[in-house]
């Protein structure tokens, strides 16, 4: 079988699971930002580039190339993405190309694109001042959700629930940053908040298992849709970017339900994922799910898409071009015995991904937070002897780590199963009760 090159490999405590898995189905290099330390067990050789620069990041592909067959890409790091589909395109390989994960990562072009195909979702305004952002109000209403344009895991999403809240709100979300993703002018979105329980759902979408005639038919439509951009005067990257069928089929791997924390943020403290939930088969559900992808154009990748379940029905979020983060893959996978690290690696190869679920248990986590800001001495976590549905218990801090209280700074986190989701979430609530964290009080950062 072709290698496989993982485009950075994130943090060991939410990311060696699917290192582990992929390593079982392919060989593995890694193209990163250091010399690999824990990663070198799952790894046949490695190379460095600067993740920031999509040149580099391809050139170091190149070279591992000329040691071995590389057959495809596999990156779960949102922020080196478009790096990642850079070679994608470049080389021909399985995969999105780099508009297709940018409709995905610019969250203001995503609205646009499910806007223009009639997806379910929020109303949404992107806004450069706070005088725009009070004007973006009279759409979308009080409260109203704040989010940084093309950022990543909660990060810089606040609720302003008052015209008072707004100006604290929109500086909040106008500050967050990451170093690989670039700004905007007009870099925060007010959106109107969506009520009611949110989800979560990783999914594949394969065109390896298509019939000869669907790849024809999906081959003319293409080139219909190319012959029709080109006789509007516009460019054919363009046209399959704000909206075009990518021709893949859509099939769920894990569905999580969220526990939020409390406004005005929007603090991801746990998941659930049960491998019998009824939504994996809810056809509203599923419905969005594959008019989302199909608008999108992504084909051949696996995806994270939050979804909020409303009294009007479900409502797209967004949809990440990378696997779950907090751990929901790998709690599908105790759940239901699928491999997400098999799985992309496949995906990452153009090859079938057979799904055959073996439902275990509902199985969720459980996130550990400081009551204070503070410095950590240490932390002591429950036993499995003492709690017989805990199934692991982690530290993710080290002694005189600083935690923060708001934005909240987590220091560890437990998970556990059960029979059914309220046994599940009633064995996270003992666990994490058991957990103690000792520290020492410091000035709010």
Not at 412 to 427: F, L, N, Q, Y
Request: include cysteine.
């Amino acid at each position: 079988m072709r290698a496989v090159v993982v485009i950075g490999s994130g943090e060991q405590a939410y990311r060696e699971y699917l290192l582990a898995g992929a390593a079982r189905e392919a060989r593995l290099w890694l193209v990163d930002g250091a010399t690999p330390t824990w990663q070198s067990p799952y790894l046949a050789g490695a190379a460095t580039a600067d993740m920031s620069d999509p040149d580099s990041v391809l050139a170091a592909v190149r070279a591992i190339g000329e040691a071995d067959d590389v057959g495809g890409v596999f990156c779960y790091d949102e922020s080196v993405a478009p790096a990642a589909a850079y070679v994608v395109q470049e080389l021909g390989l399985p995969g999105m190309d780099v508009a297709t994960v940018w409709a995905c990562r610019d969250k203001h072009r995503t609205r646009r694109i499910l806007a223009a195909a009639g997806i379910p979702q929020p109303p949404s305004i992107a806004v450069r001042s706070l005088d725009e952002a009070r004007d973006a109000t009279a759409l979308t209403g009080f409260p109203a959700v704040l989010k940084p344009r093309a950022l990543g895991a909660s990060m810089g999403v606040v609720m302003a629930r008052t015209p008072a809240e707004l100006p604290s709100a929109y500086a909040e979300a106008r500050a967050a940053r990451h170093d690989r993703v670039p700004g905007f002018d007009d870099g925060v979105l007010v959106e109107g908040y969506l009520d009611g329980p949110e989800i979560s759902i990783d999914g594949i979408l394969t065109t390896a298992a298509r019939t000869e005639a669907a790849r024809t038919e999906a081959a003319r439509t293409e080139a219909a849709r190319t012959e029709a951009a080109r006789t509007e005067g516009t460019r054919t990257e363009g046209a399959r970017t704000e909206g075009g069928d990518s021709g893949a089929e859509y099939r769920p791997l894990f569905l999580a339900r969220k526990e939020l924390g409390a406004p005005p943020h929007f603090e991801e403290t746990g998941h659930t994922v049960d491998p019998r939930d009824p939504l994996l088969r809810d056809r509203a559900v599923l419905g969005l799910l594959r008019a989302a992808h199909r608008a999108l154009g992504v084909r051949d990748a696996i995806t994270h898409t939050e979804i909020r379940l409303t009294a009007a029905g479900p409502r797209l979020i967004e949809v990440n071009p990378r696997l779950g983060g907090d751990l929901i893959p790998y709690l599908g996978m105790l759940a239901s015995g699928i491999d997400p690290g098999r799985a992309a690696a496949r995906t990452a190869l153009g090859l079938p991904v057979p799904l055959d679920p073996d439902p275990r248990a509902v199985v969720g986590i459980r996130f550990l937070y400081p009551d204070d800001d503070c410095e950590v001495e240490s932390v002591t976590l429950p036993s499995p002897d003492d709690h017989p549905d805990l199934l692991e218990a982690a530290a993710t801090v080290h002694p005189g780590a600083s935690l923060r209280r708001h934005p909240p700074d987590r220091y560890g986190h437990v998970i556990c199963k059960g029979p059914d989701t309220a046994s599940c979430r009633s064995a996270l609530r003992q666990a994490a009760q058991a957990a103690r964290l000792t520290a020492r009080s410091c000035e709010p950062a």
